[in-house]
C-alpha cells in the first residue's frame, strides 16, 4: 500500500515549521548547546495554548515518554500509511503531529510510529487494518498522523495506541490522550504526561505530541 502524504494546509507559522528554522539556521553543535533558541515543541504547550513551564533548554535531558501497556488489540504488520481514516465512516476528523526526540533532544529521522485505535464507535478492527498504521518520521523527525477521534468503549477513556522506535533501538509501546475527557479522572491507566495538546479547529481537531526516547544521540 502507497503511503499517504496529503498534509493539512497550513494557516500560519507553526511550530514544525519553526522547528525546521532553527534546526536550518543553527548548526547542530549550537543547537544542542542551547546557543541557539530552543524549539517550541509540543509537549511545552497546554491545550488552551498556555505555556506549561519555560521552554526547557535543548541539553538539559528531558524526561523520557513513558510507556504504557499493549493492550488486547495491537496487530502487528500493519499497512505503512500516515491517512487511517476509512471513507465514508463516521467520525471527528483528527491530525496528530509532532517529533520523535532523544533525551537530548536531538530529532530521529526514520523513526517508526505504529498507531492503532478504535473507531468512532469505539470498535477495533481484529480481523483487518482499518485504523492501523505505520509510518517513519521525516529527516527533521517530525510525524503526521490524519485520523478520526477514537470512540470510547467500556472501561477506558479516550486514546490512542502506537509504538515508537528509532533505528535500532527498543520499541516503546504506549497511549496518548485527549484534555478534557470525562473518564479521564477513572480511568486507572490514563496518565497526564501522555496528555496531547489539542485544538479544536472548524469542526477538526489537531492534536500535537512530542515523543522523548529513553536514549541519548
Ligand atoms: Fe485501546
Given at each position: 500500500?502507497?503511503?499517504?502524504?496529503?498534509?493539512?494546509?497550513?494557516?500560519?507559522?507553526?511550530?514544525?515549521?519553526?522547528?525546521?528554522?532553527?534546526?536550518?539556521a543553527a548548526?547542530?553543535?549550537?543547537?544542542?548547546?542551547?546557543?541557539?533558541?530552543?524549539?517550541?515543541?509540543?509537549?511545552?504547550?497546554?491545550?488552551?495554548?498556555?505555556?506549561?513551564?519555560?521552554?526547557?533548554?535543548?541539553?538539559?535531558?528531558?524526561?523520557?515518554?513513558?510507556?504504557?501497556?499493549?493492550?488486547?488489540?495491537?496487530?502487528?504488520?500493519?499497512?505503512?500509511?500516515?491517512?487511517?481514516?476509512?471513507?465514508?465512516?463516521?467520525?471527528?476528523?483528527?491530525?496528530?503531529?509532532?517529533?520523535?526526540?532523544?533525551?537530548?533532544?536531538?530529532?530521529?529521522?526514520?523513526?517508526?510510529?505504529?498507531?492503532?485505535?478504535?473507531?468512532?464507535?469505539?470498535?477495533?478492527?481484529?480481523?483487518?487494518?482499518?485504523?492501523?498504521?505505520?509510518?517513519?518520521?521525516?529527516?527533521?523527525?517530525?510525524?503526521?498522523?490524519t485520523t478520526?477521534?477514537?470512540?470510547?468503549?467500556?472501561?477506558r477513556t479516550?486514546?490512542?495506541?502506537?509504538?515508537?522506535?528509532?533505528?535500532?533501538?527498543?520499541?516503546?509501546?504506549?497511549?496518548?490522550?485527549?484534555?478534557?475527557?470525562?473518564?479521564?479522572?477513572?480511568?486507572?491507566?490514563?496518565?497526564?504526561?501522555?496528555?496531547?495538546?489539542?485544538?479544536?479547529?472548524?469542526?477538526?481537531?489537531?492534536?500535537?505530541?512530542?515523543?522523548?526516547?529513553?536514549?541519548?544521540?
Open positions: 500500500m502507497t503511503e499517504n502524504t496529503d498534509r493539512p494546509p497550513q494557516d500560519g507559522p507553526t511550530r514544525k515549521a519553526l522547528f525546521k528554522a532553527a534546526l536550518a548548526p547542530t553543535a549550537a543547537l544542542l548547546s542551547g546557543a541557539a533558541a530552543a524549539p517550541a515543541l509540543a509537549r511545552d504547550r497546554a491545550a488552551d495554548g498556555t505555556t506549561l513551564e519555560p521552554t526547557p533548554r535543548c541539553d538539559d535531558g528531558d524526561d523520557p515518554t513513558p510507556p504504557q501497556m499493549e493492550g488486547p488489540y495491537f496487530t502487528p504488520h500493519s499497512p505503512h500509511r500516515r491517512d487511517l481514516v476509512v471513507p465514508g465512516d463516521p467520525g471527528v476528523p483528527l491530525t496528530v503531529s509532532g517529533y520523535v526526540l532523544t533525551r537530548d533532544c536531538r530529532p530521529v529521522a526514520g523513526a517508526l510510529l505504529d498507531f492503532w485505535q478504535a473507531d468512532d464507535g469505539g470498535v477495533y478492527d481484529n480481523t483487518g487494518y482499518d485504523y492501523r498504521g505505520h509510518q517513519y518520521t521525516t529527516a527533521d523527525g517530525a510525524f503526521h498522523l478520526v477521534v477514537p470512540g470510547l468503549y467500556p472501561g479516550r486514546h490512542l495506541h502506537v509504538k515508537v522506535q528509532a533505528p535500532a533501538r527498543p520499541v516503546l509501546t504506549t497511549q496518548l490522550y485527549f484534555p478534557g475527557e470525562p473518564r479521564n479522572g477513572t480511568d486507572w491507566i490514563f496518565d497526564p504526561r501522555l496528555l496531547m495538546n489539542v485544538r479544536d479547529h472548524w469542526g477538526r481537531r489537531a492534536a500535537e505530541f512530542d515523543f522523548v526516547l529513553n536514549h541519548t544521540g
